[in-house]
């Protein structure tokens, strides 16, 4: 079983919220969960960029990978195989000024998690802070 490393995770009946916003693990989740390509390519990106966000699978989660100013950060989302709760993050993240595609793809990838019954799983490990 992989292991995501996290700052910090909320968990309610509805959603396991988890966020990462500390560089050096960004960037080891990256490699971890899509590769060293992905990684690389990412970073390429990065050095062109100043803000950018991407939406992707990553094992049982929904994984939106930010770069702003202030360097990256990785949010996951689980929504416990029920739509209704990726529908309701959806409607808070619309409030937020989300735009429509972005959405959707959120709802895409809650539905293609719910039907892969062969999913891989990925265990949520806190990691302190870690000075580089």
Known sequence: MEKIYVNKVNESDNLVYCITSQDSLVIRNIEIIFGKTKKDQLLLVDEHNSEFHIIERAYQYVCIIGRNNLGFTMTFYGFKGNIDNA??????????NWNQKDLNKIIKITNEINNDVEKE???????GIQFE
């Open 87 to 96: 529908l309701d993050e959806s409607i808070v993240l619309k409030s937020l």
């Open 121 to 127: 799983i990925a265990e949520l490990v806190v990691a």
